[in-house]
């Protein structure tokens, strides 16, 4: 029965973390319509913020954190994104990669290639029946759940929201109405890189700081957005849970590299099968304005 | 050791590190140390150290530098730094100054493709050291056993498919790491061992080796996991673990992946409870665990708590150039190899190339791991390493607990 609460606690934990990335992915996407494969160096950033500001309470460097990923949010996006928006769907992934290269390499220039750490800020445990977890993962667990349903809310429920579904769903019309794209781009974009960066930040205590760090969240983090339906903010969230839920259930008789090799072997078999992604109803009724 | 010739093929196909390249440059209290005499690098017992060279001895350095095993090449670069700018303060090799080329390989084999024949083709060079990984290192091989330039392997430890005409192996082996850790463990901690792994050859090849000694200790293997690199959760697999309640997690999960199931390992209350060994706990990833393997207990060739003379030169040169911090491993390897290649080429008395590699068979050098001199056993173009059990300290010393000495294996090139 521990083993059990242990197994779910753990999938909890991966979903939560797998969910924030994706949810940044799929608002990039969304609004964008680029494939931002600098996601996983935006979360690398993160982390080696919070490394940086190590001597700082954790509260108040991961609050600086999420500050500097906007504003390198603002930076990437009015810097070099806008310039290539109208140049094709290469030209945007090649921006992305290679904004994504230089942050690795800004990162080993200044931290260098050795593998850094931060210490938990919850290095306790608590108690839930007769296992023990950690307290900081309960705790990071509970903050990303909070902080996507207030995004969820903020884009279903608000007329910002609404703006923002309707410049998803057609940003000519949108502009129309008098939704800005440039400025609706700017903003969607810092968001997600703050997202991404305080993903990074979140999971740092966790493994080892090095210029790589981000990489190996990405491919699922695309595979949960992809099998969503498309331009849904709420499906990659739902997407990271099927992705890190069908996961858990093959690793727990599987070894992890046989796991992992049929997991993405089901999801592209899924994609080329359902290219519409999931599909569920879902009130997206804003505040009418 | 009855199985050695069953398993010989799988003997570690992928080094566990990496290097980096680059030309040192002399610090002022180098050339003090040098003055004052370095006893590693300068000792020599080769029967021709009065030879003196016609012109400097160029070295053709390749590893690493960037790329996914940039760290351990980096430490690597910074170890062979050190012993070249060493060794020319105290007078070079053969009465010359060694000139030193070197390039990065990004950790891809075609590149040191590249970056070795044109070192051999172009720079005109006496010998080849380097790099990391085995895929990089079959191919400087192969160019250089074509080309007949001696090429050496720092971190590289006996491998049947490096036996050739130019080869040597400077690394230690899998058996000299799991002869001494395997008894150890079982004796210590109990015969309940539970193997985890990262998912590649090394550390298969690694554990293969280990299994033989705990089939000969009786151990019991509870389970065997291997995740790929790069797994960032850790924690189905400890789970698996806990649930096995072994008396002694035996590892090879290995660079940036170790600190994060070390770290993950300790918050989820598997560590430090239970005893953790293997080759995941180097050194240089101290600073990173936050203490977390403090008290645990690993085989290695290199600590800081070996007190020979050389040692103490090089902990000290070390950290004045490169600052406070545990050593990596994969540093010491690069530093003394060089206190080999010196005394190859002055046992020699030539630069020929074929002479230099026929004066490492049996070749005796000073090392700083030792005040007796290493051999290079002329079966296997690998030394023989006295290895140590070390406990971690508070701090990060691997404090020797057991000098282990020679562990002898029936290892040879075989045609």
């Keep these: 029965m521990d083993g059990l609460l242990q197994v779910a606690l753990d999938f909890v934990w991966a979903s939560a973390g797998l969910a924030l990335v994706a949810f940044s992915l799929g608002l990039i996407l969304g609004e964008l319509k680029i494939v931002n494969v600098a996601q996983g160096d935006l979360m690398m950033v993160g982390a080696y913020c919070m490394y940086s500001m190590r001597a700082l309470p954790f509260a108040l460097a991961l609050l600086i954190t999420a500050v500097f990923g906007l504003l390198l949010g603002l930076v990437l996006e009015r810097g070099i994104l806008r310039w290539v928006y109208d140049k094709g769907f290469i030209a945007t992934l090649l921006a992305t990669w290679g904004i994504g290269i230089v942050l690795e390499q800004v990162a080993a220039v200044l931290f260098t290639v050795s593998q850094k750490g931060i210490d938990s800020p919850l290095a306790g445990q608590i108690t839930v029946g007769a296992l023990s977890y950690p307290t900081y993962r309960l705790a990071v667990i509970c903050g990303i759940v909070l902080l996507l349903g207030a995004l969820l809310l903020l884009v279903y429920r608000t007329s910002l929201g609404l703006r923002l579904r309707a410049s998803i769903d057609n940003v000519e019309m949108a502009a129309v109405m008098g939704i800005s794209p440039q400025r609706t781009f700017a903003m969607v ?42 331009g849904s903010l709420a499906g990659p969230v739902v997407g990271a849970v099927a992705v890190e839920l069908t996961f858990t259930l093959l690793q727990a008789r599987l070894n992890v590299t046989l796991a992992e090799s049929i997991l993405f072997g089901l999801l592209a078999l899924f994609i080329a099968l359902k290219p519409q992604g999931i599909s569920w109803t879902w009130k997206t009724a804003g505040r009418k304005t | 050791m009855k199985d050695n010739g069953n398993i010989r093929s799988l003997l570690p196909p992928l080094t566990r590190r990496s290097f980096t390249h680059g030309v040192g440059r002399f610090g002022a ?126 971190e590289h430890g006996f491998w049947h498919s490096f036996c050739n005409a130019t080869t040597v192996m400077m690394g230690e082996n899998s058996f000299d790491l799991n002869g ?236």
């Design chain 1, 189 to 230: 974009f810092a968001v997600a890189t703050a997202l991404a960066v305080l993903a990074g930040a979140l999971i740092a205590p966790t493994l080892a700081i090095t210029p790589t760090l981000g990489l190996s969240f990405l491919a699922p983090a695309f595979f949960a957005v992809l099998i969503a339906k498309p």
């Design chain 2, 180 to 415: 001494p850790l395997v008894p150890f463990a079982a004796e210590k901690f109990g015969k309940k061992f539970f193997l985890i792994g990262s998912d590649f050859s090394y550390p298969h090849a690694y554990l293969t080796v280990a299994k033989n000694y705990m089939k000969q200790a009786g151990v019991t293997v509870l389970g065997e996991l291997y995740a790929p690199l790069g797994t960032a959760d850790w924690s189905s697999s400890i789970a698996k673990i806990k649930s096995a309640k072994p008396d002694v997690i035996y590892s090879c999960v290995v660079g940036g992946d170790a600190i994060a199931f070390v770290k993950q390992g300790a918050s989820l209350g598997l560590l430090p409870g239970t005893p953790l060994t293997g080759d995941t706990l180097q050194p240089e990833f101290y600073p990173a665990l936050g203490g977390a393997t403090d008290g645990q207990y690993v085989c290695v060739r290199y600590s800081e708590d070996i007190k020979t003379d050389g040692n103490k030169k090089f902990i000290a040169d070390y950290k004045k150039k490169y600052g406070e911090g545990p050593i990596p491993l994969v540093a010491t390897s690069a530093y003394d190899t060089l206190s080999f290649v010196k005394a190859a080429v002055e046992k020699a008395a030539s630069y020929d190339k074929k002479a230099v590699f026929n004066a490492f068979k049996g070749l005796e050098a000073k090392s700083i791991l030792s005040d007796k001199p290493l051999r290079i056993d002329p079966m296997t173009m690998n030394p023989a390493y006295p290895m140590y059990i070390t406990q971690i300290q508070k701090g990060g010393l691997y404090k020797i607990v057991k000098e282990v000495g020679l562990v002898k294996n029936d290892l040879k090139c075989e045609a």
């Design chain 2, 29 to 154: 209290g180098l050339a003090a140390a040098g003055a004052l005499g370095v006893p590693a690098l300068i000792g020599t017992t080769a029967r021709a150290a009065g030879f003196t060279g016609p012109r400097s001895f160029k070295i053709g350095f390749v590893a690493p530098l960037t790329g996914p095993v940039a760290p351990e090449g980096i430490a690597m670069q910074r170890g062979f730094d050190l012993g070249i700018a060493t060794l020319n303060a105290a007078g070079g090799i053969a009465g010359h100054k060694v000139d030193v080329v070197s390039q990065d390989t990004q950790a891809v084999p075609a590149v040191a493709g590249t970056v070795v024949k044109k070192f051999i083709q172009e720079e005109k060079v006496d010998m080849i050291v380097g790099t990391i990984t085995n895929d990089e290192e079959v191919v400087a091989s192969q160019l250089c056993a074509a080309a007949g330039v001696p090429v050496l392997f720092p």
